[in-house]
């Protein structure tokens, strides 16, 4: 019955890949009601701070449509009422809900964003991850049709890096969980999670554990045997089946993966943060295999700039990488994936981490925070959101939301919304 469902989803979503276009370029291609112009507010999954506000994780609303009265503001705030080092989020297939957790637990919180897209609410919870699969600290909520697949970074065994990919209904009732492969070269780490239906091609990429994730940076680097816990592989999945087909080598943990949204391209790109390197995922024109290959440098390895967060744009020709140690934000043109060439770059801030794009390529939003125990302390601990305007030459800050300021927390992941929404 499963085989059959996911047969059929792929198809539908083979027939739409091309023409289906999303307002953020790194949602599941089975997302329906887009966002086609400006998009009206940025859902900020936040961190709580103890002793700042409520102390909780939150999702919060800001408004940023420049036509606004509030543009630039906070607009409405959800708190869990706990910490539980809030990371991603993902829409449900028919965007109706946002589905958002953190990293030390296995709780995924639910949000209803259809009701009233300006103000989120906080309807369910799903805590059943850890009982029923195993796995700890759910990272990457993938979207597929009436589906959510969470892809977490640990397990409850050992806290280790050895993890996987749990199948739910959009209802959040427990499906299957999918370990990553430990054979034919796999480590059984996970990380970020993307597919190319018209391939049928699930590609999955690797990092740590909770037992290295949740120490402190500057603890963990100077730990030998500890920094030899990172995922250094991708692998290559049958959609349909959701079964492992190849292991990548990709040294150095590889994190976001952007498939090219070009319906005519065969490739996805990712960057591995202790490399500093950015791989191209291709598959071969003869043979059809799947291979990686190392095609380009973010700026200066020996000083280790953690590429952490990449937004690929809408034609594929070009890519937006953040790095948070040097707090730059760099542009990649992709016109020849095999050969990235940097053409700007621009320091957007003492540390940032996520990077979101709107659909036509005008505005970017950036964030902060990496995780609660590896930002940065004193005053290079920046917590923000800043939007800009990109004009194709030049990034131009719009606005900021100071979160500490406002006394909410560290700000990460990202997700767009629009009054155009509301209802349906």
């Not at 019955?1 to 979503?13: E, I």
């Not at 910490?83 to 993902?90: I, L, N, Q």
């Not at 606005?399 to 500490?404: G, K, L, Q």
């Amino acid at each position: 019955m499963r085989r059959t469902y996911c047969a059929a989803a792929v198809a539908l979503a083979c027939a739409a890949y091309g023409g289906a276009r999303a307002d953020e370029t790194c949602n599941s291609p089975y997302i329906s009601k887009l966002i086609k112009g400006q998009e009206d507010y940025v859902y900020v999954w936040t961190l709580g701070v103890e002793g700042l506000g409520d102390g909780s994780d939150k999702l919060v609303t800001v408004d940023v449509n420049p036509k606004s009265k509030t543009y630039g503001k906070v607009i409405n705030t959800v708190s869990t009422g706990t910490r539980a080092e809030a990371h991603h989020m993902g829409f449900t297939d028919d965007r109706r809900q946002i589905w958002a957790g953190g990293l030390s637990e296995n709780r995924i919180w639910v949000f209803d964003i259809a009701s009233d897209p300006a103000k989120p609410k906080l309807v369910s919870k799903v805590s059943d991850l850890g009982d029923k699969s195993g796995f700890l600290g759910p990272h990457t909520y993938y979207a597929l049709p009436g589906r959510m697949l969470v892809q977490a970074l640990s397990n409850t065994k050992d806290k280790g890096g050895k993890t996987g990919m749990a199948l739910y209904s959009n209802e959040g009732k427990f499906l299957e969980a999918k370990p990553m492969p430990t054979s034919n070269g796999g480590d059984g780490y996970g990380y970020d999670l993307a597919v190319n239906p018209k391939k049928n091609v699930l590609l999955t990429s690797s990092f740590s554990g909770y037992v290295n994730y949740m120490r402190p940076l500057g603890e963990l680097i100077k730990d030998g045997e500890a920094m030899k816990a990172f995922g250094n592989t991708m692998v290559v999945w049958d959609l349909k089946a959701l079964k492992p087909q190849k292991v990548l080598a990709v040294p150095g943990a590889p994190l976001e993966i952007r498939w090219s949204l070009n319906p005519k391209d065969n490739w996805a790109i990712t960057a591995t943060a202790l490399t500093s390197k950015l791989w191209l995922v291709k598959q071969d024109a003869k043979g059809g295999e799947w291979n990686a290959k190392e095609v380009g440098t973010i700026g200066d390895p020996a000083k280790i700039p953690l590429p952490v967060d990449i937004s690929i744009t809408r034609d594929g020709k070009g890519l937006w990488v953040n790095t948070f140690m040097d707090g730059k934000t760099r542009y990649f043109d992709l016109s020849n994936p095999e050969a990235p060439k940097q053409t700007y770059e621009k320091a957007t801030g003492k540390q940032v981490n996520m990077i979101s794009q709107s659909w036509d390529g005008r505005r970017l939003y950036i964030t902060s925070s990496l995780l609660a125990n590896w930002d940065k302390g004193g005053a290079d601990n920046e917590q923000f959101l800043r939007g800009f305007a990109w004009n194709g030459k030049e990034l131009t800050q719009k606005f900021e939301v100071d979160f500490t300021k406002e006394k909410l927390g560290r700000a990460h992941h990202m997700k767009l919304g629009s009054k155009a929404l509301a209802g349906t």
